[in-house]
């Protein structure tokens, strides 16, 4: 068996409610309590739920008045306390958290980057550097070179193979 909502829980009038709670407690602005005190004056229905509500606020003003002692307030607030710190610490070690990352991957990233600088340089003079070091025996006999005005006078001593047996000992 199903119960039914009393008729001023209807949609449009559990607005009203909350209307004439602020304004049984006065919190309405001077207009609006005048267009309720009008609604009041015309509608049977909104003046017997205002007499509802009306009740029920006075009888929780017969509800006995609770009181608390000095230790009750004391640990309350001891725990509101011991809450707050917790909360500050883990926010505290959050942001070293956060710190500690960013300076790590600010880290790696300036390593990435002198590593992929070094990379290209490397790739960019390497290729000079090797022909340089292909050279190089070249480069240490340049004194033996240097009178000689022609080259073709070493091509020719080269293919006559004047040379071919000191090779031939060095390897």
């Given amino acids: 068996m199903k119960k039914e909502k009393p008729e001023y829980q209807d949609k449009q009038e ?3 409610d909350e209307e004439l709670v602020a304004y049984l407690d006065g919190e309405l602005s001077r207009d609006n309590a005048s267009r309720v005190e009008d609604a009041l004056s015309e509608n049977a229905e909104y003046r017997l739920r205002l007499k509802q509500l009306q009740q029920a606020w006075d009888l929780m003003d017969d ?3 609770s009181t608390m002692d ?5 640990s309350t607030v001891e725990l509101v306390v011991v809450s707050a710190e917790s909360e500050v610490m883990a926010t505290v070690n959050r942001w070293k958290t956060w710190r500690i990352g960013i300076w790590a991957v600010s880290l790696a990233a300036v390593l990435v980057m002198v590593w992929g600088g070094s990379a290209l340089v490397n790739s960019l003079g390497g290729r000079d550097n090797q022909q340089l070091l292909n ?3 070249l480069v240490q006999e340049i004194d033996v070179y240097d009178p000689i005005d ?3 006078f070493l091509k020719e001593l080269d293919a006559s193979g004047v040379f071919s047996e000191e090779l031939d000992d060095a390897i």
């Fill in 135 to 137: 050279d190089l025996p």
């Fill in 150 to 152: 022609n080259m073709d």
């Fill in 14 to 16: 559990l607005g009203f």
């Fill in 63 to 65: 509800l006995p008045q």
């Fill in 70 to 74: 000095e230790s009750f307030i004391k």
